[in-house]
């Protein structure tokens, strides 16, 4: 999701080239100070409006009168709705911007309100009964909002008239119910405008037929996938239109692009290129996900671009910004953000979206290895800042659409799940969690794609996603190791930049290369500090390298070797639990002797104060699911509890 259009092009920039040219981020902050205010004047409607609760909306038919070359709509939109509780009364959000003349309503008119809430309430002459499918009427005209609708020129002075809604912006246009809980079923665009322009919009076009009295454009455009309110675009000028097919099986890939981008043969190319990452994702991330209808783009008039369901608005034509778009399809418009804390749902996806780009067709592994080290950089530029944005940030703009958080953080994070669960587990729980049948065509939110996970890997990702969803910062490691014949041992210690996550379990990737060119791939799972391993390595090790493909975020980790290491210290201080995540019993692997053991909240509370023997079992079964810290000889140890 996406309201700052400039912004997201600076973002992109940011994300490859940070740290080879500051001027992207002053760039993006000012482009984020310009395309954020519209956001601002949405922000107070939050992400629900109360008053749309007791309905849900399962069609729209949009029937406009526009010219690109004049700023004014006229014409109805019809909406057919379902109660879901007897009602009196209904509103539909619509700015205030649009003027209201008639409400229809079988083969009658209803009296309205306009209210200043940028609502209109429409009253009933009796009670609708819940679950009875109704329909109504409502005629309107007006200049909508600029934030919204945009108008202005592109070639020799040719009209261009196009849309952007996200995230609160459906309402300048069309009465609609824009909150994120429910999504419209279908929905029908028929657009008259002079014979001379074409109408891009969602879904199949249905029909083009011109008036032979008055020479008007009756295009017809139909969507039968159920649509978030802020996904609804259309773009009208005099388009090229360039269609072929894509996907396998073949589906429609149609764009509406200007006459001048027509005659540029690298945007051409690059637009063609879609057919190629459509490839990629359909491997990776399944089928595209509307492929009874179309996918493609129409451009407009606001920069960079928007995911609109089936049809992506641009103004630019970057590979990395088609495969955003395009990624945006399953994970933002099949599965959409239930509220605008979740956003990283929408964004972190898409974003992640790029790296399978860039590393499967876009670029050299060297180069991908130094986008990866630009995305770090970026993402630990500063000390905090959490991916899941709180209730307390919702009215700060920036904070929503953070590119360091929102974005790139949110996008590694997927990488460090692929890391943690393999490519082939990681891609088909991917495949899961927008295929799931309560979840496909549907709002969701963070705690749903966790759960989801659980059921396709029968990980528990609670912890996981306490540190790196709603905990903020990175760890950063001090990594030493010794070898003594064929074993090599490594003492880690972490800190952690902020203090909102007390340590950060993580499967540690490590690369063993020998004096003979020899090579080992470890993964060392750190969930204690000061943790000790000891891996067999049959050659002399020559160096030791950490995060050899940056699999993780971390920051200034440091690897040397120490002499100094025995065993005799790994014996004493190797201090485990396991298993951790565990539901009833706990075993402390590294004691010597009966020993005393603390558990506390994360809180601080203490929660119980024992002894352990070795190999004995430590009972958990009644403490309440949740995090913990235990305590052995002055040895943190976080464990999870089922």
């Not at 509103?91 to 209803?110: P, R």
């Not at 309205?112 to 009796?126: R, V, Y």
């Not at 699911?625 to 235990?630: I, V």
Request: aromatic share 14%; net charge neutral.
């Amino acid at each position: 999701m996406r309201k700052f259009y400039l912004l997201v092009l600076g973002i992109f920039i940011v994300q490859q080239f940070y740290g080879q040219n500051g001027n992207h981020n002053v760039e993006m902050k000012e482009w984020a100070e310009k395309e954020m205010k519209s956001f601002t004047q949405k922000m107070g409607a939050g992400n629900i409006n109360p008053n749309t609760l007791n309905y849900d909306l399962q069609y729209q038919r949009m029937d406009l009168n526009i010219n690109p070359a004049v700023y004014f709509v006229s014409g109805s939109v019809t909406s057919h709705f379902k109660p879901n509780q007897d009602m009196g009364s209904i509103y539909f959000d619509l700015t205030n911007l649009l003027t209201v003349s008639q409400v229809q309503y079988h083969g009658g008119n209803l009296p309205f309100q306009q209210l200043s809430t940028q609502e209109i309430k429409i009253d009933f002459p009796a009670s609708l009964p819940a679950n009875v499918l109704d329909s109504l009427t409502i005629h309107y005209s007006g200049a909508p909002a600029g934030n919204t609708v945009m108008v202005g020129t592109q070639g020799p002075n040719i009209p261009i008239f196009s849309t952007l809604s996200e995230p609160y912006g459906a309402q300048d246009w069309f009465p609609t119910k824009q909150s994120l809980n429910d999504k419209i079923e279908r929905f029908d665009f028929k657009i008259t405008t002079p014979s001379q322009y074409s109408v891009a919009a969602n879904g199949k076009l249905m029909s083009e037929i011109i008036s032979p009295t008055t020479g008007q454009k009756l295009t017809f455009w139909r969507t039968m996938y159920p649509t978030a309110a802020y996904l609804i675009a259309l773009s009208i000028t005099n388009f090229a239109k360039m269609n072929s097919t894509i996907g396998n099986p073949p589906f429609p890939f149609v764009n509406y692009i200007y006459p001048a981008t027509a005659g540029d043969a690298e945007k051409i190319a690059n637009i063609q290129w879609t057919g190629q990452i459509m490839d990629v994702f359909e491997t990776y991330f399944g089928p595209y996900p509307f492929r009874n209808e179309k996918y493609g783009h129409m451009e407009y008039i606001n920069g960079g671009g928007m995911e609109h369901q089936t049809m992506s608005s641009m103004i630019g034509w970057p590979k990395y910004l088609i495969a955003h778009e395009l990624a945006h399809q399953w994970f933002g418009d099949k599965v959409t953000c239930a509220k605008w804390n979740d956003i990283w749902l929408n964004e972190g996806f898409a974003n992640f979206g790029e790296h399978v780009a860039n590393e499967k067709l876009i670029m050299s592994n060297d180069e991908f290895m130094n986008y990866l080290v630009g995305q770090i950089n970026y993402i630990t530029s500063s000390a905090g800042g959490a991916v899941y944005v709180p209730d307390a940030q919702l009215s700060n703009i920036n904070r929503i659409f953070d590119s360091r958080l929102t974005y790139a953080k949110g996008g590694y994070v997927l990488r460090m799940l692929k890391w943690i669960l393999g490519d082939d587990v990681f891609y088909q729980a991917l495949k899961d969690y927008h295929q799931r049948p309560a979840l496909a065509y549907n709002y969701v939110n963070t705690a749903d794609f966790k759960a989801s996970l659980l059921q396709s890997t029968g990980k528990d990702f609670t912890e996981f996603f306490n540190d790196w969803i709603y905990g903020e910062g990175y760890p950063t490691y001090a990594i030493k190791w010794m070898q003594v014949g064929n074993q090599i041992t490594f003492k880690v210690s972490q800190t952690q930049s902020s203090a909102t996550v007390s340590f950060f379990e993580m499967p540690l990737p490590v690369k063993v290369t020998g004096t003979g060119g020899q090579t080992a791939y470890l993964v060392l799972n750190n969930n204690s500090n000061n943790q000790y391993f000891t891996e067999n390595i049959p050659f002399t090790v020559a160096n030791v390298q950490f995060n050899y493909e940056y699999q993780i975020v971390e920051k200034n980790s440091t690897v040397v070797q120490d002499n100094t290491l025995s065993v005799s210290s790994v014996e004493k201080e190797n201090f485990g639990l396991y298993p951790n995540p565990a539901k009833n019993e706990l075993y402390l692997r590294g004691l010597d002797k009966e020993t005393e053991y603390s558990i506390h909240a994360l809180d601080g509370k203490l929660i119980r104060r024992s002894t352990c023997k070795p190999g004995r079992a430590i009972q958990i079964g009644e403490l309440v699911p949740g995090a913990y810290m235990m305590t052995v000889k002055e040895r943190h140890i976080k464990f999870i509890k089922h």
